[in-house]
């Protein structure tokens, strides 16, 4: 085959976004550091514990107010999604470190609880398969009691979980990994199932209820491989390429079949939901929370203490 040297127009364009991108990761870098470091000296004495709830909660507030004030929340959180942020003084008495991720990356977890929805038949069906999916590549040992207790949390508020543990179990629903990890806990204790730990869940799987479409652009080689009935390093192949085109082209030119996955999926449209997560130390101890940002509100703060 010939090789021929790309158009220069297309040369440019490929230098002028990668120049963009620099650009936007530069004015995230300067707009979180210039806030939070101003925030320091408010709160660099208040060391303990018993504080440093106080210290999470302005950091949280500071760093959500600088996410409703980007306009292009797109160019915002694709820098986020692949840049982990550390801020620190020139003395290294203070540092924080900023981490984001799509939220609705995976299938909704959720969605196993749809199964006698008539609307819903497609998110509920996906889920099943997947879920099936799991059970046997990874030779889970009680599959249907696996399934029981998810769809026992899913459907009842509070089933596992104590309601003063966290502010986040304060609705029906699997809200976080935590929440999810913590069943998968309960499960293992129950039935000894050895194969259960070693279960990526999470290249699979979301764990926010508001999730009604998958943000495939974001999802795992593995689960587009799963959704697409491809195989894994093909899929690998093409999420490496910095130009790759659509999704669904790249479905289409290599035999999957998109319609059959296009109701659940968002397509083009960028998803405005993020799960961040945030460690912080000062006066040598590590801290740590964790929130959610969905269409400019931030939402289900938790805080993780000293790490």
């Known amino acids: 085959m010939d090789k021929t040297q790309p158009p220069q127009n297309d040369v440019k364009h490929r230098q002028g976004f990668a120049l963009l991108i620099t650009l936007s990761v530069l004015a995230v870098i300067i707009a979180l550091t210039t806030v939070l470091l101003s925030y320091f000296e408010e709160v660099k004495q208040d060391a303990t514990e018993s504080k440093a709830l106080i210290q999470a909660d302005i950091y949280y507030k500071n760093i959500t107010n600088i996410f409703q004030g980007f306009k292009n929340k797109k160019t915002l959180f694709s820098v986020l999604y692949n840049t982990s942020l550390p801020l620190r003084t020139p003395e290294g008495r203070f540092s924080l470190q900023l981490q984001c991720e799509p939220l609705y990356k995976g299938v909704n977890i959720n969605w196993l609880g749809l199964e006698n929805s008539a609307q819903k038949a497609a998110y509920s069906s996906v889920a099943q398969a ?136 968002a397509g083009e449209t960028f998803l405005e939901a993020a799960e961040c997560s945030v460690r912080y130390a000062v006066a040598d101890e590590q801290y740590g929370f964790r929130f959610e940002y969905i269409q400019g509100e931030a939402k289900y703060f938790e805080f993780y203490g000293k790490q």
């Open 130 to 265: 997947l879920f099936e999916a799991i059970v046997q590549d990874y030779n889970i040992q009680d599959p249907g009691r696996l399934h029981e207790m998810l769809v026992e949390e899913i459907g009842e508020k509070d089933k596992w979980v104590q309601r003063e543990q966290s502010r986040l179990h304060q609705k029906n629903g699997i809200i976080s990994y935590k929440q999810f990890s913590d069943i998968i806990s309960r499960y293992q204790f129950e039935i000894d199932d050895p194969e259960i730990g070693t279960v990526p869940w999470k290249i699979f799987f979301s764990f926010s209820p508001e999730a009604d479409k998958v943000d495939a652009q974001y999802s795992s080689p593995e689960l587009l491989a799963y959704l697409f009935d491809m195989d894994v390093s093909v899929v690998e192949e093409w999420t490496s390429l910095v130009d790759k085109g659509t999704l669904e082209n790249f479905v289409r030119e290599n035999g999957g079949d998109y319609e059959k996955r296009k109701s659940i999926l």
